[in-house]
């Protein structure tokens, strides 16, 4: 779930070169990281999300379970007792040449929307909440043991790309993941299918038509869905 901070999109350079990406992964990007999460579990509930892949640290979990109060110093502790400082740096150094492998490719594609990009990218690694998620203007947040692995990354960065326009329109949460995920399939035709978006067969329909007609103009596509009634 993205954080709702007022976006400034002259922050944002599209003639800078948008290919840094820095990891990293730290106790406190991890104790925000399972607050958020447990600040948003009523949003996963209210959209559908599957709980079962939204991971807390165990104690926490057992809480939440029981439907207990919890506290910022039993966040710490949970977080301080799991975090695994040497196995999180060789993790990240097996994603990183990952994400090398796919990254021209990815951003040369994403220019082709024409939106404004980022000069760089900050990803906090994570073994807790969902597979991944977008927070303006340039962070994302990655689990570890996301099946999708580094298109998980650039599938946060496409939201994060396209997110002004999704907030103009009134976009709503699986719609919106549609769009990302039908330019997700354009950007890597190989990896087709992706996710499946919980979304009526209608409406999908109907997006899958409007984004054909229309790609890459990202903007008339996204207007033209938002007029589906």
Known sequence: MEELKPIDVSQNNMESEPNE??????????????KNT???????????????????????QQKVEKREDITDEEISKAVYEEFEANINTEKITQIEPKWNEIKEK???NLKTLGLPLQETYTVHM???????????????????????????????????????????YNIEQWTKERIVDLTMNK?????????????????????????ESNFPNIEKIIE?????K
């Open 38 to 60: 447990l600040s948003d579990l009523k949003w996963y509930k209210e959209n559908k999300y599957n709980l079962e892949f939204i991971k807390l640290p165990k104690s926490i």
């Open 224 to 228: 033209e869905i938002s007029e589906i």
């Open 106 to 108: 990815f951003f040369e």
């Open 187 to 211: 950007f890597f035709p190989e990896k087709q299918g992706l996710q499946k978006m919980q979304i009526g067969q209608e409406n999908a329909e109907k997006i899958g038509e409007i984004f």
């Open 126 to 168: 994570t073994k807790y909440g969902s597979g991944g998620s977008y927070h303006r203007p340039n962070t994302v947040k990655l689990n570890f043991e996301t099946r999708m692995g580094v298109l998980t990354l650039a599938h946060e960065i496409v939201h994060l790309t396209i997110d002004s326009l999704i907030r103009k």
């Open 21 to 34: 990406v820095v990891f990293d992964c730290s106790i406190k990007s991890e104790i925000e990281r399972v």
